[in-house]
């Protein structure tokens, strides 16, 4: 019997956005619509966060069927922790993003150890919007940056500007994955992006995650397999 291909989505544990006063956490359509992607697949579908029990949420719609039934299916009380899951049990990681991510998801050692542990067993690394935080300190065991030479598209500093963040965020992501060596790929405020470069796949901005998760759908041959 062929193993179900199993995929984590990676969600933030933290709830401020900085010193505004106002609340963060993970983008809901940016975990939900992945979500729904990996389970018409045929996928066996996980959560993990930095901090375990519920993470915090944003940007949610109350109208959205999709994100009402990722709500409703998932045990978001007790996701896990990174350090207590074996990374030979999964063939990808999609990292969702939200500005909460900005302030853990970098830092986060076993984390970024489970990620690349993953990659380097041929899985697909994935991330959308600000997810690609992760990425930022993501060595790979020869003690090269995943993104140093690679492809990618992430939230850019436009966009940052546009929700007026700039000075709130930690730092710019755009920035910081240049700075690893990545070749970022802008695209218009808010318009889909996604960039793939081998098994990593990541896009820009909240309209880019369903397609970036059928893109890490396409990199399975064992997509539906039971």
Same mark, same amino acid.
């Given at each position: 019997?062929?193993?179900?291909? +199993?995929?984590?989505?990676?969600?933030?544990?933290?709830?401020?956005?900085?010193?505004?006063? +106002?609340?963060?956490?993970?983008?809901?359509?940016?975990?939900?619509?992945?979500?729904?992607?990996?389970?018409?697949?045929?996928?066996?579908?996980?959560?993990?966060?930095?901090?375990?029990?519920?993470?915090?949420?944003?940007?949610?719609?109350?109208?959205?069927?999709?994100?009402?039934?990722?709500?409703?299916?998932?045990?978001? !009380?007790?996701?896990?922790?990174?350090?207590?899951?074996?990374?030979?049990?999964?063939?990808?990681?999609?990292?969702?993003?939200?500005?909460?991510?900005?302030?853990?998801?970098?830092?986060?050692?076993?984390?970024?150890?489970?990620?690349?542990?993953?990659?380097?067993?041929?899985?697909?690394?994935?991330?959308?919007?600000?997810?690609?935080?992760?990425?930022?300190?993501?060595?790979?065991?020869?003690?090269?940056?995943?993104? !140093?030479?690679?492809?990618?598209?992430?939230?850019?500093?436009?966009?940052?500007?546009?929700?007026?963040?700039? !000075?709130?965020?930690?730092?710019?992501?755009?920035?910081?994955?240049?700075? +690893?060596?990545?070749?970022?790929?802008?695209?218009?405020?808010?318009?889909?992006?996604?960039?793939?470069?081998?098994?990593?796949?990541?896009?820009?901005?909240?309209?880019?995650?369903?397609?970036?998760?059928?893109?890490?759908?396409?990199?399975?041959?064992?997509?539906?397999?039971?």
């Amino acid at each position: 019997m062929v193993r179900m291909t +199993r995929v984590l989505i990676a969600l933030t544990s933290h709830s401020e956005l900085g010193g505004t006063g +106002r609340r963060t956490g993970f983008y809901v359509s940016e975990a939900a619509e992945p979500w729904a992607v990996f389970q018409e697949a045929g996928f066996d579908v996980e959560l993990v966060s930095v901090a375990g029990g519920r993470p915090p949420h944003d940007g949610l719609d109350e109208d959205d069927p999709i994100q009402q039934k990722f709500l409703a299916s998932v045990d978001l !009380d007790h996701t896990p922790t990174a350090a207590t899951l074996d990374p030979t049990s999964y063939d990808a990681i999609f990292f969702a993003g939200g500005h909460g991510t900005m302030w853990d998801f970098p830092d986060d050692k076993a984390l970024a150890s489970l990620a690349a542990a993953i990659y380097e067993r041929g899985g697909v690394v994935a991330a959308v919007c600000h997810g690609p935080s992760a990425l930022v300190n993501l060595k790979l065991s020869d003690g090269s940056y995943l993104v !140093d030479g690679k492809n990618v598209a992430g939230f850019t500093n436009a966009e940052e500007a546009a929700v007026g963040l700039t !000075d709130v965020v930690p730092f710019l992501l755009a920035d910081a994955l240049t700075a +690893r060596g990545a070749v970022h790929h802008p695209a218009a405020n808010f318009a889909p992006q996604v960039v793939t470069d081998g098994r990593l796949v990541t896009g820009q901005n909240p309209q880019s995650a369903t397609l970036v998760a059928q893109a890490v759908v396409a990199q399975s041959p064992r997509a539906g397999s039971k």
